[in-house]
């Protein structure tokens, strides 16, 4: 580890949901897929956000990241307002200070895994940090699969190349939804091991969305949505633990 891959030191909450409400149609056909949903995740934590189908997961993630806007509400991103951002800042905080990593991969076919993995950085007009492009290739599994392009690679390793484009630009924050949704038991293992390994080694933070009770017994913690509402939080799960509350969250419903 190098002594630029650790962030500077920054607010205690990396990210932060202050009364998120977010709401698709209107009248009778409206969906209220955010319900003054608060939560915060610090700084250097991996969490996993669980609830059933529709609870407003997903939703949550892209209103935090800046993706979607909240019909009411407040996303901060290192105690940065994101809707008091002009569009142009807006941009420069998914490029330079937020990453992505989603279960369908997104990486473009025609490129080169190492094409991929750089082409958020030269979007922004930046070149990579020397050595970085390397440091991540070794750190990921991937230095002899650099030249190959999408197709010439398995699924694991797809997600391998797209969690380096989220890594390369060194962000603050990595927001994964269901990032080991299309893999086996082994090829999720990895994935998950390597971003446990992104905030203890490299003092990321990651919010990852997952339905996988095994996923989530690697994060520091859980937090429970529902109707789009936080309804619990568990510290250092595991899969039981979480399956079980799930279950019970379930019964509730």
């Known amino acids: 580890m190098t002594q630029h891959s650790r962030p500077r030191p920054g607010p205690s909450y990396a990210v932060e949901a202050v009364d998120l409400v977010k709401t698709y149609g209107s009248g009778p056909a409206e969906v209220r897929a955010l319900d003054g949903l608060s939560v915060r ?3 250097g934590s991996f969490t996993a956000v669980m609830g059933p189908s529709g609870a407003g997961k997903s939703t949550l993630l892209q209103c935090s990241a800046g993706l979607d806007t909240p019909t009411a509400g407040r996303a901060l991103i290192g105690g940065v307002d994101l809707a008091a951002l002009r569009d142009d800042e807006l ?3 998914r490029r330079e200070r937020i990453g992505f990593v989603f279960q369908q991969y997104n990486l473009l076919p025609e490129l080169t895994a190492e094409e991929n993995i750089v082409l958020p950085v030269q979007l922004a ?3 990579p940090r020397r050595g970085a492009l390397g440091e991540l290739a070794e750190r990921l599994g991937l230095s002899g699969r650099l030249g190959h392009r999408p197709a010439q690679l398995s699924g694991g390793q797809q997600q391998r190349v797209a969690l380096g484009r989220a890594l390369l630009t060194e962000p603050e924050v990595i927001f994964a939804d269901e990032p080991t949704g299309n893999l086996d038991t082994r ?5 998950l091991e390597l971003l446990r390994a992104s905030v203890r080694e490299l003092g990321r933070t990651i919010v990852m969305v997952t ?3 095994v996923a989530a017994s690697y994060a520091d913690g859980v937090v429970l949505v529902a109707d789009g509402r936080l309804v619990d939080a568990l510290a250092k799960p595991d899969a039981v633990t979480v399956a079980e509350s799930l279950r019970l969250l379930g019964q509730r419903r």
């Open 211 to 213: 339905h996988d009770p």
């Open 125 to 127: 007009g930046r070149r």
């Open 187 to 191: 090829a999720s293992g990895e994935i």
């Open 91 to 93: 941009t420069r905080v």
């Open 41 to 43: 995740f610090p700084t």
